[in-house]
T-cell receptor, first 111, second 111 residues
Framework: EDQVTQSPEALRLQEGESSSLNCSYT??????LFWYRQDPGKGPEFLFT???AGEEKEKERLKATLTKKESFLHITAPKPEDSATYLC????????????FGKGTKLTVNP | NAGVTQTPKFRILKIGQSMTLQCTQD?????MYWYRQDPGMGLKLIYY???????DKGEVPNGYNVSRSTTEDFPLRLELAAPSQTSVYFC??????????FGPGTRLTVL
């Protein structure tokens, strides 16, 4: 069974304190790994898609990386507006375009 | 473009009542999905559709029904509401590729 595990469940940072969120996965054939941001009371907002080990993508203070077993979302010099829940999801071979989501990491950045 | 829209935003049902959650997308996407999100549990796929007239079950379909008569609309029907269906429901769509775009969600409480 395809599984996605995110850690930590919650993370508190001071403004400017860089850190990383982890997403580990066990799947039957990865077709893509996705990172979403979700603000309270809102739907998930797409951030990145990664397709193969070694791939990296960046957007402002966020950088996502991918290995054969896990992905990291690196947050450099975070600001309070980066506070949100970050969701990881995978699409597997033969999955009919379905995503399997992790439970998310709730990030709080204090000023 | 409005993207993915969902109505209503909030609803309270009594046990045994029925209702339909509406989802509409204006991006001409062929794939559409319904998820539910419970606190700390991530997103679970209820039903999905690969095009008008074609639907299939996801991970947690019991107690729900869907139909897809047009490309734009993908309503989710709850029959005989139960407290276990208290959740936040998200609709999403994609154009046969990877990025799923989510609506703002419907918060449903069954009492």
């Amino acid at each position: 069974e395809d599984q996605v595990t995110q850690s930590p469940e919650a993370l508190r940072l001071q403004e400017g304190e860089s850190s990383s969120l982890n997403c580990s996965y066990t799947v039957s054939g990865l077709r893509g790994l996705f990172w979403y941001r979700q603000d309270p009371g809102k739907g998930p907002e797409f951030l990145f898609t990664l397709y193969s080990a070694g791939e990296e993508k960046e957007k402002e203070r966020l950088k996502a990386t991918l290995t054969k077993k896990e992905s990291f979302l690196h947050i450099t010099a975070p600001k309070p507006e980066d506070s949100a829940t970050y969701l990881c999801a995978v699409k597997t071979q033969g999955g009919s375009e379905k995503l399997v989501f992790g439970k998310g990491t709730k990030l709080t950045v204090n000023p | 473009n409005a993207g993915v829209t969902q109505t209503p935003k909030f609803r309270i049902l009594k046990i045994g009542q029925s209702m339909t959650l509406q989802c509409t997308q204006d991006m001409n996407h062929n794939y559409m999905y319904w998820y539910r999100q419970d606190p700390g549990m991530g997103l679970k796929l209820i039903y999905y559709s690969v095009g008008a007239g074609i639907t299939d079950k996801g991970e947690v379909p019991n107690g729900y029904n869907v139909s897809r008569s047009t490309t734009e609309d993908f309503p989710l029907r709850l029959e005989l509401a139960a407290p276990s269906q208290t959740s936040v429901y998200f609709c999403a769509s994609t154009l046969s590729e990877d990025t799923q775009y989510f609506g703002p969600g419907t918060r449903l409480t069954v009492l």
